[in-house]
């Protein structure tokens, strides 16, 4: 039996995975978003809220995770984040299994996955595209967020593998300086080659 081919989607903060994943969805790609299913499970009754209040104390509330609650308590501590990826990288993995299993008869699907170099996640895909924009645009659109600062934006930079070498190591580069429509056109064009 054949499977799909497994394209890795990634990009650092600012650069605009978003809105390319949804250009994939748009195009008719299955994809998985991690963070979504993360936002999922941590939502209300999701089945890590119980887990991140016993680990984290305070952290939960009627909504679900309280995010700002559970940044602040593992912001800059390696060993807290660590045991709050303890709780959630294998929830994440079991959603992914089952999607792997509900797409398993179409040609290409996405695994929109934020820290895929990071976390050595490339080795499970077939091919990683990047999504990458010039430094000062990713900088403009980083910095209009609410809640933003130069410090937390340095500070989440310094986590991620430079977009450089991102673009270096990728099987394909999507470009998101240009116009949205370039950026469709980018898109279209890898899902027509990928899936010939």
């Not at 600012?14 to 998985?32: D, E, N, R, W, Y």
């Not at 679900?64 to 993995?93: C, M, S, T, Y």
Request: net charge negative; aromatic share 4%; no cysteine.
């Amino acid at each position: 039996m054949t499977k799909p081919f497994i394209l890795g989607l990634t990009g650092s903060i600012g650069m605009g995975k978003s809105t390319v994943a949804a250009m994939f969805a748009g195009a008719g790609v299955p994809v998985f978003d991690a963070d979504a299913e993360v936002r999922a499970m941590q939502g209300p009754g999701g089945v890590l809220v119980e887990p991140i209040e016993r680990a984290f104390p305070g952290s939960t509330g009627a909504q679900g995770v309280l995010r700002d609650e559970l940044g602040a308590a593992v912001f800059g501590d390696p060993e807290a984040l660590a045991r709050l990826e303890v709780i959630v990288h294998p929830a994440v993995a079991e959603r992914r299994a089952a999607f792997l299993l509900e797409h398993a008869r179409v040609p290409l699907i996405v695994f929109d996955i934020p820290l895929l170099y990071e976390k050595g996640g490339a080795e499970r895909v077939d091919a990683v595209a990047v999504v990458s924009a010039p430094g000062p645009v990713q900088r403009q659109r980083v910095l209009a967020r609410p809640g933003m600062t130069e410090q937390k934006f340095a500070h989440i930079l310094s986590l991620q593998t430079p977009d450089a070498e991102k673009r270096a190591r990728a099987d394909h580069v999507i470009d998101t300086g240009v116009t949205l429509e370039e950026t469709e056109r980018q898109v279209e064009a890898l899902v027509a080659r990928l899936t010939a």
